[in-house]
């Protein structure tokens, strides 16, 4: 079974590079239909559900605490609802076939999978441009503004992630590959990147 799954920091393009990824290897991609499977399951707003995800996860508790999810007695039961039904969810999607899975820690949840790993980062200047580029209409954060969103962004999934698992978001330990997208044409990298993933799980 071929399952990829794309770590990404924030505005560095790898939602688009798993997408085009997929479809270069004419597989499953999922990202947002997670988010949309976890509302219905758990039974709560899915706006609500993104947010516990994303932004209200272990706020509150150091990076150092569980690293498991049956070690979760100091998180709210509503918490562990939603995180036990994004674990179910994710865990089902890899298991029906071949699949590329943005975000949601599905590199940790799915660690007995044997997936391959990505990570993809960029230099602040071209993340500062990729999200200005896809902002809604009448946003108009300055650079230092967007920076500080970014990291803000990117520092809850860290933490998120430090729930899960011993390796630091982002160091290289933790995946097979990072991906540098500055300065880069993510439709050609993404071909460059399906051939090498067809090349890893042929091994």
């Not at 899975?101 to 599905?106: H, L, Q, S, Y």
């Amino acid at each position: 079974m071929r399952i990829i799954t794309v770590s990404r920091e924030f505005g560095s393009g790898g939602r688009e590079l798993g997408k085009r990824i997929a479809d270069n290897m004419g597989i499953a991609y999922f990202d947002r239909e997670i988010i949309s499977a976890v509302a219905e399951g758990s039974q709560f707003d899915e706006s609500y559900v993104e947010a516990v995800l994303d932004r209200g996860m272990f706020r509150d508790i150091p990076v150092t605490f569980g690293r498991s999810i049956a070690n979760m007695s100091n998180v709210s039961h509503t918490t562990q609802k939603i995180v036990a039904e994004q674990h179910r969810i994710i865990t089902e999607m890899a298991s029906h076939g071949d699949c590329v899975i943005v975000g949601r820690n599905a590199d940790v949840l799915l660690r007995d999978m044997q997936p391959l790993k990505l990570f993809v980062y960029a230099d602040m200047q071209s993340k500062i441009n990729r999200c200005r580029s896809r902002a809604p209409e009448g946003e108009d954060l300055t650079d230092k503004e967007m920076a500080k969103m970014i990291k803000r962004i990117d520092k809850a999934r860290a933490r998120t992630h430090a729930f899960f698992s011993e390796v630091r978001w982002g160091a290289k330990e933790g995946y097979h590959l990072c991906v540098n997208t500055t300065d880069t044409d993510i439709k050609a990298l993404a071909g460059i990147l399906a051939d090498y993933a067809e090349h890893w799980f042929s091994k």
